[in-house]
């Protein structure tokens, strides 16, 4: 862990913060710069294997999951919590704000992707780089190349974050 590969981020090591449960199924790279945050909910499995470039970031109050061989470039986050919820107007329900992450076999995320919770990808795919994920995308064959654009408007209107109720509780 830590290891100083990449020239354009100093060599500052991997913060770890851990009250959660980490399996290593084998082989684990964790670049230099990169950050791990892992609750006393959370729970984060790294298949064999495992490559993450400079400056990854890794947050989990759930689960995320790492299948085999998955490599990831430099400058990315995986996070399956918002760390808050968000309200819907039309019918005052909030989202419980975390879920899931499974990541397939064999993917290989670009730099600078954000791994949000809930996101489900099938094995050996590919995520071009800047890219948002977001949902499942297990409808999708392995082997594919998937990729957002960031300029997308998601929701126009009705729903908003309420700063005074905005506590998450995790099961």
């Known amino acids: 862990m830590g290891k100083d590969t990449v020239s354009i ?13 980490v399996v290593f199924e084998g082989k684990c790279y964790i670049g230099n710069a990169s950050a791990i945050s892992i609750s006393s909910t959370g729970c984060v499995y790294f298949g064999k294997r495992f490559y993450a470039s400079a400056s990854f970031k890794l947050v989990s109050y759930c689960g995320v999951r790492f299948g085999r061989d998955v490599h990831i470039g430099w400058d990315c986050i995986v996070m399956d919590t ?45 995520v071009s780089a800047s890219s948002i994920l977001n949902s499942s995308y297990l409808d999708l ?30 099961e």
């Open 141 to 170: 064959p392995s082997h594919s190349v998937i990729g957002q654009d960031r300029s997308v408007v998601l929701k126009k209107e009705g729903c908003y974050r309420d700063f005074q109720n905005d506590v998450i509780e995790y």
């Open 9 to 21: 981020y100093s060599n500052s090591g991997v913060a770890w913060e851990c009250d959660g449960e």
């Open 82 to 126: 918002d760390f808050h919820k968000m309200v819907f107007c039309k019918d005052g329900k909030s989202n419980k704000g975390y879920g899931k992450v499974k990541i397939g076999r064999g993917n290989w995320l670009g730099m600078k992707c954000c791994v949000l919770k809930n996101t489900r990808t099938p094995d050996y795919c590919t």
